[in-house]
């Protein structure tokens, strides 16, 4: 086994970065199940601090009291070993679907785009990394959590199939969903992480880009885990 995959003490990481509806969250899941690792969703964490913000009717471009909220904010996720979805606590209460609302994704994309979020984030983030290895989730976790990654993946898709995906995810939820809006929120959105000025969403140095449009969910997890077990 390499010395890049483990490590003497610290945790191995791959990390998983992408646009919203590339498919990272369920691969990302898969591949922690399938390794036997934990699994950081860190799109959450963000929308967690925006639930939460929204919830104090703090305005989203408050930046020192949203940053406040990100760092004493008391999350829980609670793990099962099917590669499910991981059961949420916000203050120690249940959150449901609401967090995975359109609403909730664009509030979360407005606080990530405050520094000081970003920052109170970080070491909660880094806090995941423990034995034995960790697939984090999100749109720097390559770039800024965690450079020193074994294996970095960047996971895209074209717009179209990713507001696809999200028509399908919400329908198969009972949510209603428009195709048309669901692609103009995609752009705008996608807009939005790419530019901002700290963290945006690029394909970090040494990323292997994937471009999962016209492959399937099994098709992208056999090939990273291929690419993993081929590290040296
Ligand atoms: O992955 P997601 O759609 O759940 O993420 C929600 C928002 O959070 C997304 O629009 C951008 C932001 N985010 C981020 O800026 N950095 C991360 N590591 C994860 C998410």
Not at 58 to 63: F, G, I, P
């Amino acid at each position: 086994m390499s010395e890049r995959k483990i490590a003497s003490e610290v945790a191995p990481v791959i990390t998983i970065d992408g646009p919203s509806g590339s498919g990272k969250g369920t691969v990302s899941r898969l591949i922690a199940n399938h390794l036997g690792w934990h699994f950081l969703d860190s799109g959450a964490l963000y929308r967690l601090v925006a639930l939460a913000a929204l919830k104090r009717q703090l305005e989203l471009d408050n930046e020192s009291e949203i940053s406040l909220v990100a760092r004493e904010l008391a999350v829980e996720f609670k793990v099962d070993s099917s590669a499910g979805e991981p059961q949420i606590l916000l203050e120690g209460e249940v959150v449901g679907s609401e967090i995975r609302s359109e609403a909730c994704g664009n509030a979360a994309s407005k606080v990530a785009a405050l520094p000081a979020v970003r920052e109170a984030l970080l070491a909660r983030q880094r806090d995941f990394r423990v034995m034995p290895g960790l697939v984090a989730d999100g749109r720097d976790m390559g770039s800024v959590v965690f450079p020193d990654a074994a294996l970095k993946i960047f996971l895209d898709a074209s717009p179209e199939e990713r507001a696809q995906r999200r028509y399908k995810q919400l329908k198969e939820k009972g949510m209603s969903a428009n195709l048309c809006d669901l692609l103009e929120e995609i752009k705008a959105r996608d807009a939005r992480d790419r530019n901002r000025s700290v963290a945006p969403l690029v394909p970090a140095p040494g990323a292997i880009l994937i471009d999962s449009t016209m492959q399937s969910v099994d098709e992208v997890v056999a090939g990273i885990l291929e690419k993993y077990a081929k590290l040296d």
